[in-house]
């Protein structure tokens, strides 16, 4: 592709882009040239013949159970909603059952959504109303997550007339029910164009009532609805109901960012502009739970590891709060419920060991379940039942789902777990790496008993590092699959993320984002210095936020790589501004406007950082033009300056698909295709027999 230099000028830096024309994906120019790269990157990729084996291998995991359950929904009078996929079908039905017991119907085939358009459309939300008489279904299509909503009347299994559109309930609060079931509260988007900068500004919380034409909706939080609160253009004024019998709306308007103002509304006021403010951002609340006048919340004010604190919502003191559980140095908070038994709470050490406790009597008492996990977390009805429900994860065993009351732990299961004896010969090794400035960086290491130490193994590493997310442990094929192959897979938990509480976030977070990739290098150093591999047989993946990692530490350490897989990578930071969701990045990355935040921007920008005649490592960039999250032109300027200035003898590939967006809300078929491309891939560049292009 031709480079046409544009040069900006910040706070006294000036920056040359080559390809900011390639920002406009509808450019005849840009298409063809997205064209060519397809065409030639899919010739390599379809010519592994091996490539379609990791499909089957995929789909013959999959037909070992007779079903996969998600999305799974409890009302106050038990009746249980959720998805339900067969082995031979791509995309997974509703279904329900009016107690754990109970007989199960279909409720709702998506097929029957828009039939007409020989689309494939997915369901990627659902909210039964209380007491399970109607339920809102949510259906995106091509991964786009924007998207549709319906309401269903479960007896008679007949669908209102009305379809609400402007929507993303999955990625913005939800649906939250009225307390007399008469409809419900949603975020709605006044744009569904997620190539517009404008596209996720002005959002707002409205009132639908049910039977009424989806325009008449009634606004009750946001920025032009109560200026007074001054929420900003790019903040998400959600607003949570969690409990039927809640006294109170609470809203919030977090984005990117872990923390957020909050304020409240008596729920008999809902009519009114009566919200009054709850907490800042400053005071650091991470979740709550209402229990009648009071909020019960996580917060890692002067807590890094975080504590649960209480307080009064009528006369809120978040400074001196009375504190319930107190902040562990050594393990972090992760979740907390509460049931009418009293209140429980998940911690983990260095997010790969998780321990479950209830508070008694100012203690902690932790409940022992069957097995040790690496991750837990809780569901309840609420403070006024007893249920309390816990989802166990593991890297090599399936999900488990358990409930607990009046002392007991019962096996509550839905889905089938998968046989286990496939995975007997797997280990798990959980150690610590040395940073850079001291730090410990926890690794996870995947490997068949049988693979030794040695300069032959095939290595492929991932992590993350941004928002607090953490890699938890949790069982996955893409990984499984990698480690049946003979590769060995390493997760390393780099600062960015949350394993290591709040701190760690803080650490790899705006001018810290350095220690993000200078963690991972330190890792992939770990493994060639301890002779797990050696770097020709090291290959790296990630994607999204998790691309700046990648993108980074090809380009400060290309000697130290063979291969990098981005997806849908953020790898032009400069410019994040520009995309549709650019404004509430700006909470965790920084802003251009600021001199210090600009430095930050520039550091985590890979685009930035390629230079000429340089020898970089192989790569694959994969991206969707459906993303409503990170705009495919970031993969699409990375890969045509990679191409032009790497003097190596690597491959520089780019995939970019039109019926995809995220990684997110994809069928099952376009799920296998995506993980069989990175692995055979990376199986290629490391140099396995089996997988090269014949």
């Known amino acids: 592709m031709p480079k046409a230099i544009v040069v900006d000028e910040y706070h006294g830096t000036k920056i040359e882009d080559p390809y900011r024309y390639a920002e406009d994906l509808e450019s005849p120019i840009v298409k063809d040239w997205i064209n060519k790269q397809n065409k030639v990157s ?90 399970g008489t109607k339920i809102v279904v949510s259906l995106t299509k091509k991964g786009k997550e924007i998207s549709e909503m319906i309401v269903i009347d479960v007896s008679s299994k007949s669908i209102y007339p ?19 079931n008469s409809g419900f509260i949603y975020l709605h988007y006044t744009s569904t164009d997620h190539t517009s900068t ?46 039927r019998k809640d006294k109170y709306l609470i809203g919030k308007t977090p ?24 907490f800042k951002k400053s005071d650091q609340v991470k979740s709550v739970i209402l229990k009648g006048d009071s909020i019960i919340y996580q917060t890692s004010k002067n807590a890094p590891n975080f504590k ?125 790496v040395d940073a850079h400035d001291g730090q410990k960086i926890p690794l996870s290491i995947l490997r068949k008993k049988n693979i030794k130490k040695g300069k032959n193994n095939f290595v492929l590493m991932d992590g993350y590092g941004a928002y607090g997310i953490s890699m938890k442990p949790a069982f996955s094929l893409r990984r499984l699959l990698w480690v049946l192959e003979g590769g060995i897979f390493v997760v390393a938990h780099v600062r960015g993320g949350g394993e290591k509480g709040d701190a760690w976030h803080k650490g790899g977070y705006k001018s810290t984002k350095p220690n993000t990739w200078k963690d991972f290098i330190s890792c992939a150093e770990y493994l060639i210095d301890n002779k797990y591999t050696v770097k020709e047989k090291l290959a790296i993946w990630s994607g999204s936020a998790g691309g ?88 699409v300027k990375f890969a045509a300056k990679m191409q032009g200035a790497n003097s190596a003898d690597s491959d520089n590939l780019l995939v970019i698909n039109k019926d995809t967006g995220h990684g997110v809300d994809n069928t099952k078929l376009k799920s296998f295709n995506r993980f069989a491309t990175v692995m055979s891939f990376a199986f290629w560049q490391t140099g396995h027999p089996d997988y090269q292009p014949k």
């Open 308 to 432: 649960i604190c209480i307080t009064s919502i009528k006369k809120p003191d978040f400074d001196n709060p009375k504190i319930l559980v107190e902040e562990n140095k050594e393990e972090v908070i992760t979740d907390f419920k509460i049931t009418k038994e009293g209140l429980f709470f998940v911690t983990s050490k260095n997010g790969v060991k998780a321990s479950l406790f209830k508070l008694e009597n100012a203690s902690r008492k932790e409940i022992k379940l069957p097995h040790v996990y690496g991750d837990l977390s809780l569901t309840s009805k609420g403070p006024n039942y007893p249920e309390l429900w816990i989802t166990a994860n593991g890297w090599i065993s399936d999900s488990k789902r358990f409930e607990y009351s009046s002392g007991t732990l019962i096996d509550k299961d839905f889905n089938q777990t998968l046989n286990n004896d496939l995975f007997k010969d797997i280990i798990i090794e959980e150690i610590e």
């Open 198 to 243: 404008n596209f996720l500004e002005n959002t707002k919380s409205v009132i639908y009532k049910l039977g009424r034409d989806p325009k008449s909706i009634e606004e009750i939080f946001s920025r032009s609805n109560n200026p007074k609160l001054e929420l900003k253009k790019e903040d998400f004024p959600i607003i949570l109901l969690e409990n």
């Open 548 to 635: 700046i990692m990648i993108g980074r530490a090809i380009t400060e350490r290309p000697d130290l790589f063979k291969a990098a897989i981005i997806e849908f990578g953020s790898l032009n930071m400069l410019r994040s501004e520009m995309r549709a969701n650019g404004a509430t990045n700006i909470k965790e990355f920084g802003a251009l406007k600021n001199p210090n935040e600009f430095k930050g921007l520039l550091e985590m920008d890979a685009y930035h950082h390629i230079k000429d005649g340089e020898k970089y490592p192989s790569t694959l960039l994969m991206a969707g033009l459906n993303d409503a999250r990170v705009p495919a032109w970031f993969s």
């Open 255 to 278: 984005g990117a960012g872990s923390y957020y103002n909050s304020y409240y509304l008596p729920l008999e006021e809902i009519n009114t502009k009566n919200w009054k403010p709850l």
């Open 42 to 131: 899919n010739g390599f990729l379809n010519s592994i013949k091996k490539k379609q084996y990791l499909i089957n291998r995929q789909i013959e995991f999959d037909q070992k159970k007779a079903f996969v359950i998600s999305k799974l929904a409890v009302t106050e009078n038990d009746v249980y909603f959720y998805l339900k996929r067969l082995p031979n079908e791509n995309v997974p039905k509703l279904y329900y059952r009016k107690t754990f017991s109970g007989k199960e119907q279909l409720l709702y085939n998506p097929e029957n959504f828009n039939p007409s358009s020989n689309i494939e459309y997915v369901i990627n939300y659902i909210k039964p109303n209380w007491d």
């Open 162 to 180: 009305e379809t609400i559109n402007n929507v993303w309930p999955s990625n913005s609060g939800g649906v939250n029910w009225l307390p007399d």
